[in-house]
């Protein structure tokens, strides 16, 4: 089965660079997409980005700018980088693997709670 | 983006009653997911592609729509459907997540 587990600091300052690692076991992250979401803490979720199988990306355009999403094919780890955090970046970080768009996210990591303050 | 309109934002039912909660999208969606998350847990997809039930979810849940309208019903209420469900879209980018229907026990 296949199973993903985020981990990363869970305290970032201001202005500064939101670093996670997505670590994936049961599979290989050359197949599929690798997404990361997060949850704010009044329950919205937002879709960030993935990156593809082939190593390719995808950033949700409202984060286009701070955002990187990238890989280690030989760790079977993927990762996550937000430039910039304000407390509004403040939020459960959840990585997610989709095998086909129309089957949705159907493995999700347990989530890692970010706090962004001074 | 497409916007997913969840209602109602709340709701209760008794032990089996039925429940049906809707998700609007802002346009036509090819397909619908749905999702339940309980406190202090990860989502858990629990039907995709508008009517699959996931692994595991009993045969009381049921998806259904098309277009701009979809939703999930629960035929006869148990005291663990009490959580709060997320529909999903990914017709077009990016993908989107309705706020949540958090349905409680009566």
């Known amino acids: 089965e296949v199973q993903l587990q985020e981990s990363g600091p869970s305290l970032v300052k201001p202005s500064q660079t939101l670093s996670l690692t997505c670590s994936v076991t049961g599979d290989s992250i050359t197949s599929g997409y690798w997404n990361w979401i997060r949850k704010f803490p009044g329950n919205k979720l937002e879709y960030m980005g993935y990156?593809?199988?082939?190593?390719?990306?995808y950033y949700n355009p409202s984060l286009k700018s701070r955002i990187s999403i990238t890989r280690d094919t030989s760790k079977n780890q993927y990762y996550l980088q937000l430039n910039s955090v304000t407390t509004e970046d403040t939020a459960t970080y959840y990585c997610?693997?989709?095998?086909?768009?129309?089957?949705?996210?159907?493995?999700w990591g347990q989530g890692t709670l970010v706090t962004v303050s001074a | 983006q497409i916007v997913l309109t969840q209602s109602p934002a709340i709701m209760s039912a008794s032990p089996g009653e039925k429940v049906t909660m809707t998700c609007s999208a802002s346009?036509?969606?090819?397909?619908m997911h749905w999702y339940q998350q309980k406190s202090g847990t990860s989502p858990k997809r629990w039907i995709y592609?508008?009517?699959k039930l996931a692994s595991g979810v009993p045969a009381r849940f049921s998806g259904s729509g098309s277009g701009t309208s979809y939703s999930l019903t629960i035929s006869s209420m148990e005291a663990e459907d009490a959580a709060t469900y997320y529909c999903?879209?990914?017709?077009?980018?990016?993908?989107?997540f309705g706020a949540g229907t958090k349905l409680e026990l009566k």
């Open positions: 990156i593809s199988y082939s190593g390719s990306t």
């Open positions: 592609d508008t009517s």
């Open positions: 997610a693997r989709v095998i086909l768009l129309r089957e949705g996210f159907a493995y």
């Open positions: 999903q879209q990914w017709s077009s980018n990016p993908p989107t």
């Open positions: 346009s036509s969606v090819s397909y």
